[in-house]
C-alpha cells in the first residue's frame, strides 16, 4: 500500500479459497480500519458489477471505498485463468 501512497495494509482475498465465507470475509476487511487497499480474488462479470458495487457499500458500512475493476490481458496458471493481478477488485478507502 506504501508504494501507492496509502497507509496502511493490503489484504488479498479469494473467493476460491473462502468459497460460501467471501462476502462474510470481505466485511471483516471492509471493517477493519488498518486496511487501506482490499483486492478481491474473484470473477465478476459486467453483468454482476452494479450488485457486486452495492454488496461492497453495504459491507463497507460508510467507509469511503473506490471499486476499480482490473481487466485481465493474458493468461494465468494451470489453476486459475487468470492472474491476482489480472483479475482483482481494489478497493482504496481514504
Same mark, same amino acid.
Given at each position: 500500500a506504501t508504494?501507492?501512497?496509502?497507509?496502511?495494509?493490503?489484504?488479498?482475498?479469494?473467493?476460491?479459497?473462502?468459497?460460501?465465507?467471501?462476502?462474510?470475509?470481505?466485511?471483516?476487511?471492509?471493517?477493519?480500519?488498518?486496511?487501506?487497499?482490499?483486492?478481491?480474488? &474473484?470473477?465478476?462479470? @459486467?453483468?454482476?458489477? /452494479? $450488485?457486486?458495487?452495492?454488496?461492497?457499500? *453495504?459491507? %463497507?458500512?460508510? &467507509?469511503?471505498?473506490? @471499486?476499480?475493476?482490473? /481487466? $485481465?490481458?493474458?493468461?494465468?496458471?494451470? *489453476?486459475? %485463468?487468470?492472474?491476482?493481478?489480472?483479475?482483482a477488485v481494489?478497493?482504496?478507502?481514504v
Amino acid at each position: 500500500a506504501t508504494e501507492l501512497g496509502l497507509a496502511g495494509k493490503v489484504s488479498v482475498l479469494e473467493a476460491d479459497v473462502l468459497q460460501k465465507g467471501f462476502w462474510d470475509a470481505v466485511g471483516d476487511q471492509a471493517q477493519d480500519s488498518e486496511v487501506s487497499l482490499l483486492i478481491l480474488n &474473484r470473477n465478476f462479470p @459486467p453483468n454482476s458489477w /452494479l $450488485p457486486s458495487t452495492n454488496k461492497l457499500a *453495504s459491507a %463497507a458500512r460508510g &467507509r469511503r471505498i473506490i @471499486p476499480i475493476a482490473i /481487466l $485481465p490481458d493474458g493468461g494465468g496458471s494451470s *489453476s486459475h %485463468a487468470f492472474s491476482v493481478r489480472e483479475l482483482a477488485v481494489c478497493l482504496s478507502s481514504v
